[in-house]
């Protein structure tokens, strides 16, 4: 069951964002400037949506292209905003993507379904993030960053080993917004 909203859900729904988990990318952007001077951003596991909303409000010069396999809850006609039905997983996509790239940001808060068996859900979370590793190397610009998210459960440390061969820094950190009982993380590239 759901737990009931906390001051975080509280404050999404006043400021009219779609999901809690706005708060997870506004203190990673706080506290890494993720978002400064970023004109193209890719967002990965976008639906509902508050991830592509923050970042519109925030620059809104900024163009962005959502992909989930859900739909995002934001009107088609929002400025600046390109939305693709469709799987990280799918090669094809990616072909999709490199024509709408280069990028200053990707970022990804895509998470698979959750079963129960931790080490089923974090080995399918790690096969996710491992994917738009890919992507982003494939797609960000010369000083571009990354933000994956991924369910601990031991990959976090070979992931981050794989990014340092392609990014200057990486490392991991967990929002505060993040809920009490979720083992999620977030690792971070900067080019
Ligand atoms: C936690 S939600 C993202 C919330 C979003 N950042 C927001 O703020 O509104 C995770 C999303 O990942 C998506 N997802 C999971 N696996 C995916 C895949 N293989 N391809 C595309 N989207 C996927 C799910 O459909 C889900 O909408």
Redesign the pocket.
């Known amino acids: 069951m759901r737990e009931k909203p906390d001051h975080y859900a509280i404050a999404a729904k006043q400021q009219g964002y ?2 809690r ?2 708060f997870k990318l506004e203190e990673l952007d706080h506290r890494f400037h993720l978002t400064t001077d970023a004109r193209a951003v890719l967002d ?8 592509a909303q923050y970042v519109l409000r925030t620059r809104p010069s900024a163009r962005v292209v959502a ?4 739909p995002l809850r934001l009107p088609e006609d929002t400025p600046n905003l390109t939305v693709l039905m ?4 799918k090669p094809e996509l990616h072909e999709q993507l490199v024509g709408y790239g280069p990028y200053d940001l990707v970022l990804s ?4 379904p959750t079963t129960g068996n931790r080490g089923l859900d974090s080995a399918r979370s790690a096969a ?1 993030a491992e994917m738009v590793i890919e992507l982003a190397r494939r797609t960000l610009t010369a000083n571009g960053r990354l933000v994956v998210k991924v369910f601990q459960g031991g990959e976090e440390r070979h992931l981050l080993q794989h990014m340092r061969k392609d990014f200057r820094r990486a490392r991991a950190c967990k929002p505060r917004a993040c809920r009490k009982d979720s083992f999620e993380t977030y690792l971070l590239g900067f080019r």
């Open positions: 779609l999901a988990s706005v990965l596991g976008a639906a509902p949506g508050s991830w992909v989930d396999v859900a469709d799987d990280i997983f808060d895509a998470a698979p996710l």
